[in-house]
């Protein structure tokens, strides 16, 4: 049931000003653990925003919504993709989060590694369901912000949502305020996209917590610049094939390695995509082609990274995945299978602390005679979480 009281989300939405418009919309479908965008940024603030904590009205502006106006950081917040989440969790305002689309795409264990950082999973609020998404869970969340694409709700024809329905959330719940950016190969997403570290810096500007986020970026580039200082020479990197595959895969979906937040582990240690110069397209909402061994064994890739497999253990995934590769009539000829360079994907959606746990973990096994062990301070990324600038 809906009420007509006002409430502190209410209040939110009525002293937030939205410049610009929706993008229009394109049937389309997730895909199960995705076999369902980056690019450059607008100026940001426009207001008195002055790092962690400010008493004064401030606007942040990102696409495809525009401008948003707060006159306060949002209290309880809403998001469907897990990267966001994480970015959430490394400004300290994880404990504000009411919902998660897909909790089976939100992999939490990497805060176990940070001494005082966690977030309640189970108390997580799942969008998505088996008919979709329904729109009543936004009045039950009652959020003072949904940190999510708008588009990506109304072009997902699985979700069951019309532009009517995120217009009426919009007015009155909260207002929608994020970008699509894990994959840059949706027709339908013809506005700007933006790069992990940029998304991450809109979102710490509507919570006012800067200092965390130019913190976190301090540390993510020094982080980079040291593993690639340590990279092979160019000649002498591998080819990779990135695809989704389940437990005894026959047929996969292929990525592209070379856009979107959900691969940057891959273009940061400068890996070459297998798929250059084959006029395979990668896996989007609208193309949901799939390539077999045999097409596989053509490419015959240095490397092959399966995703759909984050909840196993890399002795889980070799057991499993690889095992069942190597017994294979056709796959057990991949040179990948033969040297045991099969290792699992990656996540489909990566924020600033997940994001250094997988760079880490690709650059130990892409690299091992070069990296090995933590790659990043641990300590220092929870002391950053924790405000302790």
Request: hydrophobic content about 35%.
């Amino acid at each position: 049931m809906h009420t007509d009281e006002p409430t502190r989300r209410a209040v939110l939405a009525g002293t937030t000003t939205v410049l610009g418009a929706v993008a229009g919309c394109v049937s389309g479908r997730e895909h199960e653990d995705e076999p369902t965008g980056e690019g450059s940024t607008d100026d940001g603030t426009d207001g008195s925003s002055n790092g962690d904590g400010t008493e004064d009205s401030y606007t942040v502006t990102m696409e495809p919504v525009g401008t948003l106006e707060f006159d306060e950081p949002p209290q309880q917040w809403a998001t469907y993709f897990s990267g966001y989440a994480d970015m959430g969790v490394a400004l300290g305002v994880g404990d504000r989060l009411v919902s998660i689309g897909n909790a089976g795409r939100y992999h939490t264990r990497y805060y176990d590694e940070l001494e005082g950082v966690s977030i309640d999973d189970d108390g997580l609020t799942q969008l998505i369901g088996d008919g979709g998404i329904d729109k009543e869970v936004f009045y039950e969340l009652d959020a003072d912000l949904h940190v999510m694409d708008p588009n990506w709700l109304i072009e997902n024809g699985f979700f069951g949502l019309e532009q009517s329905d995120v217009d009426e959330i919009a007015e009155s719940v909260a207002p929608f305020f994020g970008n699509v950016i894990f994959r840059r190969t949706d027709e339908w997403h013809d506005y700007r996209y933006y790069s992990l570290y940029e998304a991450f810096e809109k979102v710490a500007q509507v919570f006012d917590r800067t200092e965390r986020y130019e913190a976190f970026a301090t540390l993510h580039d020094e982080f980079l610049e040291r593993v690639r200082a340590d990279l092979p020479p160019a000649s002498e990197r591998p080819t990779a094939l990135l695809v989704w595959g389940g437990d005894e895969p026959e047929a996969f979906s292929p990525y592209r390695i070379g856009e979107g937040t959900s691969k940057k582990q891959w273009r940061d240690l400068e890996i070459v995509d297998a798929l250059d110069g084959t006029g395979i397209d990668g896996l989007s909402t609208d193309e949901r082609g799939q390539i077999d061994y045999e097409t596989m064994l053509e490419v015959d890739p240095d490397v092959l990274l399966v995703r759909g497999h984050e909840a196993k253990s890399a002795a889980e995934f070799e057991e499993s995945v690889l095992g069942y590769m190597r017994e294979h009539p056709v796959a057990s000829s991949l040179t990948a299978v033969q040297e045991g360079q099969v290792f699992r994907g990656g996540p489909l959606y990566q924020g600033p602390i997940i994001n250094l746990f997988t760079t880490e973990r690709a650059a130990t096994q892409l690299y091992p005679d070069r990296f090995d062990g933590e790659l990043f301070d641990r300590d220092r990324v929870a002391e950053i979480v924790r405000g302790e600038l």
